[in-house]
Protein backbone atom coordinates (compact mmCIF):
# COMPACT_ATOMS: atom_id res chain seq x y z
CA UNK A 1 0.00 0.00 0.00
CA UNK A 2 1.71 3.60 -0.65
CA UNK A 3 1.40 6.39 1.03
CA UNK A 4 0.57 10.04 0.01
CA UNK A 5 3.14 10.92 -2.53
CA UNK A 6 3.71 14.82 -2.96
CA UNK A 7 6.06 16.88 -5.51
CA UNK A 8 7.52 18.56 -5.99
CA UNK A 9 9.27 19.02 -1.97
CA UNK A 10 10.48 22.30 -2.62
CA UNK A 11 10.24 24.89 -4.91
CA UNK A 12 11.18 28.64 -5.20
CA UNK A 13 8.90 31.47 -7.38
CA UNK A 14 8.90 34.68 -7.93
CA UNK A 15 5.98 37.05 -7.45
CA UNK A 16 3.54 36.89 -10.07
CA UNK A 17 3.99 33.83 -11.22
CA UNK A 18 2.10 30.67 -11.41
CA UNK A 19 2.65 27.14 -9.20
CA UNK A 20 1.06 23.65 -10.00
CA UNK A 21 1.56 21.31 -6.69
CA UNK A 22 0.67 17.80 -7.26
CA UNK A 23 -0.09 14.74 -4.79
CA UNK A 24 -1.11 11.26 -5.51
CA UNK A 25 -3.71 9.71 -3.06
CA UNK A 26 -3.02 6.83 -0.80
CA UNK A 27 -4.39 3.45 -2.56
CA UNK A 28 -7.95 2.98 -2.33
CA UNK A 29 -8.48 6.55 -1.24
CA UNK A 30 -10.96 8.54 -3.51
CA UNK A 31 -11.01 12.03 -1.46
CA UNK A 32 -7.94 14.46 -1.77
CA UNK A 33 -7.43 17.91 1.10
CA UNK A 34 -5.35 20.80 0.47
CA UNK A 35 -3.98 22.52 3.52
CA UNK A 36 -1.49 25.23 3.85
CA UNK A 37 0.95 25.44 6.65
CA UNK A 38 2.75 28.96 7.04
CA UNK A 39 6.03 28.30 8.99
CA UNK A 40 5.36 28.08 12.87
CA UNK A 41 1.36 27.65 12.50
CA UNK A 42 -0.91 24.93 12.10
CA UNK A 43 -2.25 23.63 8.81
CA UNK A 44 -5.02 25.91 7.02
CA UNK A 45 -8.09 23.88 4.74
CA UNK A 46 -7.92 25.11 1.22
CA UNK A 47 -10.27 22.92 -0.12
CA UNK A 48 -11.04 19.25 -0.89
CA UNK A 49 -12.09 16.87 -3.91
CA UNK A 50 -14.38 14.24 -4.39
CA UNK A 51 -15.35 13.01 -7.60
CA UNK A 52 -13.16 14.87 -9.65
CA UNK A 53 -15.36 18.08 -8.11
CA UNK A 54 -14.71 20.67 -5.25
CA UNK A 55 -16.16 19.03 -2.11
CA UNK A 56 -16.01 22.54 0.19
CA UNK A 57 -13.51 25.51 0.25
CA UNK A 58 -11.92 27.26 3.11
CA UNK A 59 -11.02 31.28 3.17
CA UNK A 60 -9.33 30.84 0.33
CA UNK A 61 -9.11 33.51 -3.04
CA UNK A 62 -9.76 32.48 -6.53
CA UNK A 63 -6.15 32.27 -7.56
CA UNK A 64 -6.01 29.23 -5.47
CA UNK A 65 -8.26 26.70 -7.70
CA UNK A 66 -7.29 22.60 -8.11
CA UNK A 67 -8.45 19.62 -10.10
CA UNK A 68 -8.86 16.20 -9.17
CA UNK A 69 -8.13 13.16 -11.91
CA UNK A 70 -10.02 9.85 -12.25
CA UNK A 71 -7.16 8.08 -10.47
CA UNK A 72 -7.77 10.15 -7.99
CA UNK A 73 -4.66 12.30 -7.83
CA UNK A 74 -4.89 16.23 -7.54
CA UNK A 75 -3.30 19.31 -8.72
CA UNK A 76 -3.01 22.63 -7.10
CA UNK A 77 -2.44 25.81 -8.64
CA UNK A 78 -2.07 28.84 -7.68
CA UNK A 79 -1.92 31.63 -9.67
CA UNK A 80 -0.42 35.24 -9.44
CA UNK A 81 1.81 34.49 -6.36
CA UNK A 82 2.13 36.82 -3.68
CA UNK A 83 4.88 36.72 -0.52
CA UNK A 84 2.44 35.44 1.87
CA UNK A 85 1.61 32.34 -0.57
CA UNK A 86 5.28 31.01 0.59
CA UNK A 87 4.23 28.23 2.67
CA UNK A 88 3.91 24.25 3.17
CA UNK A 89 1.33 22.93 0.70
CA UNK A 90 -0.25 19.49 2.48
CA UNK A 91 -2.07 17.09 0.48
CA UNK A 92 -4.29 14.55 2.44
CA UNK A 93 -6.84 11.48 1.57
CA UNK A 94 -8.98 9.58 2.85
CA UNK A 95 -11.67 7.67 1.62
CA UNK A 96 -15.00 9.22 1.07
CA UNK A 97 -14.94 13.13 2.29
CA UNK A 98 -17.32 11.94 5.44
CA UNK A 99 -14.94 9.07 6.55
CA UNK A 100 -13.79 9.33 9.85
CA UNK A 101 -11.49 12.31 10.50
CA UNK A 102 -8.84 9.75 11.78
CA UNK A 103 -8.30 8.50 8.60
CA UNK A 104 -7.14 11.57 6.96
CA UNK A 105 -3.32 10.56 5.60
CA UNK A 106 -1.14 13.34 5.08
CA UNK A 107 2.06 13.82 2.43
CA UNK A 108 4.77 15.30 3.59
CA UNK A 109 3.88 18.89 1.29
CA UNK A 110 5.45 20.63 -0.93
CA UNK A 111 7.87 23.97 0.52
CA UNK A 112 6.96 26.89 -1.69
CA UNK A 113 8.96 29.98 -1.41
CA UNK A 114 7.84 32.98 -3.42
CA UNK A 115 10.76 35.79 -4.01
CA UNK B 1 -7.85 30.23 16.36
CA UNK B 2 -5.43 28.98 14.36
CA UNK B 3 -2.37 31.43 14.52
CA UNK B 4 -0.20 32.82 17.07
CA UNK B 5 2.98 34.00 14.98
CA UNK B 6 6.47 32.39 14.41
CA UNK B 7 7.02 31.49 17.64
CA UNK B 8 4.88 28.12 19.13
CA UNK B 9 4.81 27.77 22.85
CA UNK B 10 6.72 24.60 23.88
CA UNK B 11 6.72 22.00 26.48
CA UNK B 12 10.44 20.83 28.02
CA UNK B 13 9.79 17.75 29.64
CA UNK B 14 12.48 14.65 31.06
CA UNK B 15 11.98 10.99 29.38
CA UNK B 16 9.77 9.24 31.61
CA UNK B 17 7.62 12.36 32.43
CA UNK B 18 4.15 12.60 31.59
CA UNK B 19 3.54 15.25 29.25
CA UNK B 20 -0.09 17.08 29.05
CA UNK B 21 -0.88 19.52 26.05
CA UNK B 22 -3.72 21.63 26.09
CA UNK B 23 -6.01 23.33 23.79
CA UNK B 24 -8.63 25.65 23.19
CA UNK B 25 -10.65 24.66 20.61
CA UNK B 26 -12.99 27.89 18.35
CA UNK B 27 -16.48 25.77 17.40
CA UNK B 28 -18.91 25.08 19.67
CA UNK B 29 -20.52 22.82 16.27
CA UNK B 30 -17.74 20.66 16.02
CA UNK B 31 -18.11 16.89 16.75
CA UNK B 32 -14.62 15.59 15.61
CA UNK B 33 -11.50 16.19 17.73
CA UNK B 34 -8.18 14.88 16.80
CA UNK B 35 -4.29 15.28 17.51
CA UNK B 36 -1.82 15.16 15.42
CA UNK B 37 2.02 15.01 15.63
CA UNK B 38 4.33 16.92 13.03
CA UNK B 39 7.95 15.98 13.31
CA UNK B 40 10.18 18.31 11.23
CA UNK B 41 9.96 17.85 7.70
CA UNK B 42 7.04 15.63 7.31
CA UNK B 43 3.21 16.07 7.31
CA UNK B 44 0.95 15.58 10.38
CA UNK B 45 0.75 12.20 11.97
CA UNK B 46 -2.78 10.69 13.51
CA UNK B 47 -2.45 9.91 17.39
CA UNK B 48 -5.84 10.07 18.59
CA UNK B 49 -8.98 11.46 18.00
CA UNK B 50 -12.60 11.85 20.25
CA UNK B 51 -15.91 11.96 18.93
CA UNK B 52 -18.14 15.10 20.77
CA UNK B 53 -20.78 12.70 22.94
CA UNK B 54 -17.39 11.54 24.61
CA UNK B 55 -15.27 12.90 27.25
CA UNK B 56 -12.07 10.84 27.37
CA UNK B 57 -10.70 8.49 25.10
CA UNK B 58 -7.17 6.19 26.00
CA UNK B 59 -4.99 4.65 23.09
CA UNK B 60 -1.46 3.46 23.84
CA UNK B 61 0.38 5.87 26.14
CA UNK B 62 -1.93 8.47 24.92
CA UNK B 63 -4.86 9.60 26.30
CA UNK B 64 -7.46 12.88 25.50
CA UNK B 65 -9.80 14.26 27.34
CA UNK B 66 -12.96 16.90 25.89
CA UNK B 67 -14.23 19.65 28.13
CA UNK B 68 -17.13 21.39 25.78
CA UNK B 69 -18.26 23.69 28.29
CA UNK B 70 -15.09 25.20 28.32
CA UNK B 71 -13.98 24.46 24.83
CA UNK B 72 -10.89 22.32 25.57
CA UNK B 73 -9.28 19.60 24.71
CA UNK B 74 -6.02 17.97 25.99
CA UNK B 75 -3.64 15.33 25.05
CA UNK B 76 -1.83 13.52 27.62
CA UNK B 77 1.45 11.16 26.95
CA UNK B 78 2.47 8.80 29.29
CA UNK B 79 6.10 7.83 29.93
CA UNK B 80 7.20 10.45 27.77
CA UNK B 81 10.07 9.29 25.49
CA UNK B 82 12.51 11.34 22.91
CA UNK B 83 10.68 9.76 20.13
CA UNK B 84 7.69 11.79 20.99
CA UNK B 85 9.46 14.94 20.29
CA UNK B 86 7.45 16.82 17.73
CA UNK B 87 5.31 19.82 17.02
CA UNK B 88 1.45 18.40 18.32
CA UNK B 89 -1.48 20.25 16.89
CA UNK B 90 -5.48 19.57 17.85
CA UNK B 91 -8.01 19.83 14.88
CA UNK B 92 -11.48 20.17 15.15
CA UNK B 93 -14.11 18.73 12.52
CA UNK B 94 -16.49 21.48 11.10
CA UNK B 95 -18.63 21.28 8.45
CA UNK B 96 -17.57 17.38 7.21
CA UNK B 97 -15.08 15.06 9.04
CA UNK B 98 -12.27 15.86 6.53
CA UNK B 99 -12.07 20.15 6.31
CA UNK B 100 -10.14 20.33 9.64
CA UNK B 101 -9.53 23.53 11.75
CA UNK B 102 -6.08 23.48 12.93
CA UNK B 103 -4.86 25.24 16.46
CA UNK B 104 -1.51 27.03 16.52
CA UNK B 105 0.77 24.10 18.04
CA UNK B 106 2.64 23.16 20.87
CA UNK B 107 6.41 22.11 20.37
CA UNK B 108 7.03 18.88 22.82
CA UNK B 109 11.33 19.09 24.13
CA UNK B 110 11.71 15.38 25.89
CA UNK B 111 15.39 15.36 27.52
CA UNK B 112 16.87 12.81 29.00
Known amino acids: ETGVTQSPTHLIKTRGQQVTLRCSSQSGHNTVSWYQQALGQGPQFIFQYYREEENGRGNFPPRFSGLQFPNYSSELNVNALELDDSALYLC???FGPGGRTGELFFGEGSRLTVL | GESVGLHLPTLSVQEGDNSIINCAYSNSASDYFIWYKQESGKGPQFIIDIRSNMDKRQGQRVTVLLNKTVKHLSLQIAATQPGDSAVYFC???????????FGAGTRLAVHP
Open chain 2, 91 to 101: AEGTGGYNKLI
Open chain 1, 92 to 94: ASS
